[in-house]
């Protein structure tokens, strides 16, 4: 996995938190610095760090009396107006977009006061000077001026603070250190900084696969029947179980697929979900699953294939610590969490993982069960069909091509930066980088939206092609990727004649593209060997000759959009 | 509960947390002949790790005591070693203790 660069600016000493982000085992590495103390701000020094090399991230920690006079005042029990608070809040976050060209993602830990500190006492959230109450308008300013920001990310640095709970402020570490927390306060903050940076280069896990007795309800259903199994009612455990289920399906509803491995006869497991009134996940919230009795590490990877995801998008929750442990040993890339022997803590131990962090929501993230449920009626209508020809041609597919387009970009940049197997260059950028390479190369980059008669698959694939930098006569495809949802319908070879008729239009005599292996584009190296394409030299670099067009797949109707407001 | 095996084991822990703060060939072992000094630790480690054996020596064994006092910008660092910090911290308690 990539390792980070980071700073760390504050207004205090940053220097144990730089150094436990530093020395911390989990991935991704990261090699951060500590800015000097008490220099949040150092416009001419927030490039790139002391070493020359870009940074990643940036982490500006502050503390409020630091940034707000008026706060300061307030803390003193001076004379100072919410106005006032709120106007150094407007300040720190412009000069925040001031600093935010250089390091592509910013994170903001929002302002605390030590749990000690009782402000005005019972009257803190009643009166308009309260200290809690200012300090929530604070927060809360700084989080409206961000909103919808794709590179500065608040950060809730109170939910550090509450888990670290009376290690969390030390006056003496203040007092002989110039650092206001505890150890614990660190390691939290850490850990989702660490989850950000995962998901910011797609390593955000996409399939959660259940067991399903003593995991999704109580009691072995094979044993007890549908009706005995422990789920709701007036029962503590059957309630943590069914609120185990309404956070599963809270994931789901964000994006995260559900399915089930579960050693179980199958029309028994099956009959609890269809027929227990008291279930909150149905059937058509999973989007596959294996039950049987076969071993669970197989079943896992088999299901996995037919998704066509990758073993390292996959989390496995399962109460049994045999099973656990035999699926980590067998698979190590799935992610296997311990699990708590505590039923009512299930919910919690679920709410809490790190694994399923994104940097982006998209509407194909709220629909993407729904996507794949259609994809499984594609399969079974494809067993219907004789060839595959046959079955393309019966299932109407429509391939709309738009030039890259503002309302697509976060989708855009979400598939640039998720995407592992049909991936050309598995190059990973931000919003903002997409649009200065843009800018900078001149580079045409379309969005591909799939539908046929099952369904609408939504925007899964991206081309950008751009005039070759060492050869004027060639274009370059630079960006060729494609949602894992969509393989094999030939849609691969609509964004290479998109990339073709580019080139024909601009009279460049050959389409260049390099594939750059990684482990897992396997299948993208595949499509080029197979496109019809030369193979030039030994770096996988294929060529396309443009005096040949290169023909849209007979079964595919394709449109062409023009933009309303096209990224310039 | 200030034995020398209570205490020795209170540091232990703060050594554990100090730990997570350096690199891996700076870490400090869980022994009572480790060198606890400035070519083992800077002045920043220094301060966490002793703030680190006061909470332990709280935590674990009741036990309240100063070692920030220890860390004097005039005077030398009076324990060089896990084994003479221990002591060191024994015999404060016992002044603490004493009428």
């Known amino acids: 996995m990539k390792s980070f660069h980071g700073l760390c600016r504050s207004s205090f000493n940053p220097a144990t938190f730089v150094q436990l982000l530093n020395h911390d085992g ?13 220099q949040w701000f150092v416009p001419a020094a927030a490039g790139p760090a002391a070493d020359g090399k870009p940074l990643d991230f940036l982490v500006v920690w502050t503390l409020p009396e630091h940034i707000s006079p008026a706060f300061n005042r307030l803390l003193r029990f001076e004379p100072a107006t919410l106005e006032a608070c709120l106007q150094d809040v407007d300040d720190f976050c412009q000069a925040i977009l001031k600093m935010s060209g250089p390091a592509p993602l910013i994170f903001l830990p929002l302002w605390v006061v030590p749990s000690y500190h009782r402000g005005l006492g019972v009257l803190d959230l009643s009166r308009e000077h309260g200290v809690r109450r200012v300090l929530a308008d604070m927060n809360a300013r700084l989080c409206r001026n961000f909103s919808g920001s794709t590179n500065v990310f608040p950060l809730n640095a109170a939910r550090w603070i509450e888990s670290s709970g009376k290690r969390a402020f030390q006056p003496k570490l203040w007092y002989m250190t110039k650092n206001p927390f505890g ?8 850990r989702d900084i660490k989850a950000a940076l995962a998901g910011s280069i797609g390593k955000s896990r996409k399939l959660l696969v259940l067991d399903l007795d003593d995991t999704l309800w109580g009691e072995v259903v094979g044993e007890v029947g549908w009706q005995g199994i422990r789920l709701g009612g007036h029962d503590y455990i059957g309630e943590a179980f069914q609120d185990f289920q309404r956070s599963l399906k809270a994931l789901k509803n964000r994006g995260v697929l559900l399915a089930i491995a579960s050693k179980n006869d199958e029309r028994v497991a099956l009959e609890a979900i269809q027929r227990h009134p008291e279930m909150i996940l149905k059937l058509e919230d999973f989007v596959g699953w294996r039950i049987n009795w076969n071993d669970k590490a197989a079943n896992i990877v088999d299901l996995v294939r037919t998704l066509n995801l990758g073993l390292d998008s996959v989390v496995f929750i399962d109460d049994n610590e045999f099973e656990r442990q035999r699926v980590r040993n067998a698979v190590p890339e799935i992610f296997v969490p311990d699990w708590p022997a505590d039923k009512t803590q299930y919910a919690a131990t679920l709410m809490g993982l790190r694994c399923f962090e994104t940097l982006q929501l998209s509407a194909e993230d709220a629909a993407r069960t729904a996507m794949y449920q259609q994809e499984n009626e594609r399969a079974r209508a494809r067993l219907e069909h004789g060839s595959m020809e046959e079955w393309l041609a019966a299932a109407g597919f429509t391939v709309t091509v738009t030039p890259l387009e503002e309302v697509d970009l976060a989708r855009v940049v979400q598939l640039i930066n998720k995407t592992n197997q049909m991936n050309l260059s598995t190059r990973r950028l931000t919003e903002p980088e997409l649009k200065q390479w843009q800018e900078n190369t001149g580079a045409a980059i379309w969005s591909l939206r799939v539908a046929d008669r099952y369904g609408d698959s939504g925007l899964v694939g ?7 930098t060492e050869d004027p006569e060639a274009a370059r495809i630079v960006d060729f990727l494609l949602s894992c949802r969509v393989f094999g319908r030939k849609i691969e070879d609509v964004m290479l004649h998109l990339a073709v008729e580019w ?21 993208c190296l595949d499509f080029w060997k197979s496109s019809g394409c030369e193979c030039r030299g030994n770096d996988n670099t294929f060529s396309w000759e443009t005096q040949k067009a290169h023909a849209l797949p007979a079964h595919i109707q394709f449109q062409e959009n023009v933009p309303a407001a096209a990224v310039r | 509960m200030n034995d020398k095996t209570s205490i020795l084991s209170a540091i232990y822990r703060a050594i554990d947390e100090i730990n997570k703060q350096l690199p891996p060939d700076k870490k400090l072992a869980r022994d009572e002949s480790a060198p606890i000094n400035v070519r083992a630790l800077d002045s920043l480690h220094m301060v966490n790790f002793l703030l680190g054996v006061e909470e332990q020596l709280q935590l674990d064994c009741g036990l309240q005591i100063d070692l920030g006092a220890s860390l ?13 910090l221990a002591g060191y911290i024994q015999a404060n308690a016992r002044n603490a203790d004493a009428p």
Do not use: H, W
């Not at chain 1, 991206?462 to 070759?468: E, I, K, Y």
């Open chain 1, 26 to 38: 989990d991935l991704p590495v990261v090699q951060a610095e500590a800015g000097e103390y008490g």
């Open chain 1, 183 to 190: 150890n614990d306060v660190y390691i939290e903050a850490l």
């Open chain 1, 462 to 468: 991206v081309v950008s092609v751009m005039a070759d």
């Open chain 1, 503 to 523: 080139a024909r239009s601009r009279q460049k005599t050959k389409v260049l593209a390099t594939c750059v292996p990684t482990e897992k584009n396997g299948v």
């Open chain 2, 72 to 84: 004097s910008p005039t005077a030398e660092v009076p324990f060089a070693t896990v084994s003479e």
